[in-house]
């Protein structure tokens, strides 16, 4: 056989090892999620061992759902998928180290590990980047590169990060301020539902459109955000809008136009509960 062949045919048998490596990580997982744990963790622990990223990160999570849960273990194996470039891995051994979960509180060992994370596409690790260098937690405040994580983020879907980057336009934080498409992203995360850019829009367009005011305020506060049910209450309190909606100059969402005094009060406790509860909704 020629040396070519002999290469033809290692080459397919790694192939056809992978993709019977592959079956098997896939009913590991199939167990995980059918809660067999026993199973899974029967199916998975020889994969792990043999330097399969997903089974090591399906150890993980099969220790830290099985109690009571051996943190110890579960970060071993969250380590070795980390090794393995495994994002999301990476990105939950991040959370540990900025938690001190089952392992010694790091924050810069969290930021460097959320940025292996960051590296392999995790969007979640990259918003968790941006909240971490906008606020100097584990690093010095960095404004610029804040904005660099929660644009790459918030281009992923993130909305907690397409929130924020709005916020970072609207007050020209670590970029230059632009209002435009500070509105074009706090829509994006307000339409992908964070509650906090529902009720900024509500605020940005109070006096410009208070239908549509109106209607991120009332999805804000369906989530309970205490500032949107704050304002909420103020808008219906203030004499001026209640004449107009006695005079059904205006269009308000969920029926509210019937029952607007009786709301007020119902907003006012639930936004003076909540904020008792709930920091300031601005991540910068």
């Not at 009913?27 to 330097?51: D, V």
């Not at 392999?120 to 990259?126: C, D, H, P, R, V």
Request: charged residues 20%; aromatic residues 8%; neutral net charge.
């Amino acid at each position: 056989m020629t040396a070519k062949a002999t290469g033809i045919c290692i080459l397919a048998s790694l192939c056809i090892s992978l993709a019977a490596h592959g079956s098997d990580t896939d009913a590991c997982l199939s167990s995980f999620e059918a809660g067999q744990l026993e199973q899974a963790r029967q199916q998975c622990e020889p994969l792990a061992n043999q330097g399969f990223p997903e089974a090591n990160f399906i150890m993980a999570r099969i220790v830290t759902n099985t109690p009571p849960v051996d943190y110890p273990k579960a970060i071993y194996w969250l380590q070795r998928a980390t090794e393995l470039d495994h994002a999301e891995a990476a990105y939950n051994l991040g959370i540990a180290y900025q938690t001190g979960t089952g392992i010694s509180k790091d924050l810069p060992q969290a930021i460097k590990t959320y940025q292996r994370s960051a590296e392999l596409g995790n969007a979640k690790a990259q918003r968790n980047l941006g909240l971490m260098y906008s606020a100097g937690i584990g690093t010095e405040q960095n404004y610029p590169k804040a904005f660099e994580y929660f644009t790459a983020s918030a281009r992923a879907g993130e909305a907690t990060s397409q929130y924020n980057l709005g916020i970072m336009y609207l007050q020209g934080t670590g970029t230059e301020r632009d209002p435009e498409l500070a509105q074009e992203w706090l829509t994006r995360a307000a339409s992908n539902g964070d509650s906090n850019a529902q009720m900024t829009l509500g605020v940005l367009l109070q006096d410009s459109d208070l239908n549509a005011s109106l209607l991120w305020y009332n999805r804000a506060a369906e989530q309970n955000n205490p500032y949107a049910l704050y304002n909420l209450a103020i808008l219906y309190w203030k004499g001026e809008r209640l004449a107009k909606i006695r005079n059904g100059l205006l269009t308000l969402p969920g029926g509210l136009k019937s029952r607007a005094t009786a709301k007020v009060r119902n907003y006012w406790l639930r936004s003076t509960a909540r904020q008792r509860l709930i920091p300031n909704p601005l991540h910068l």
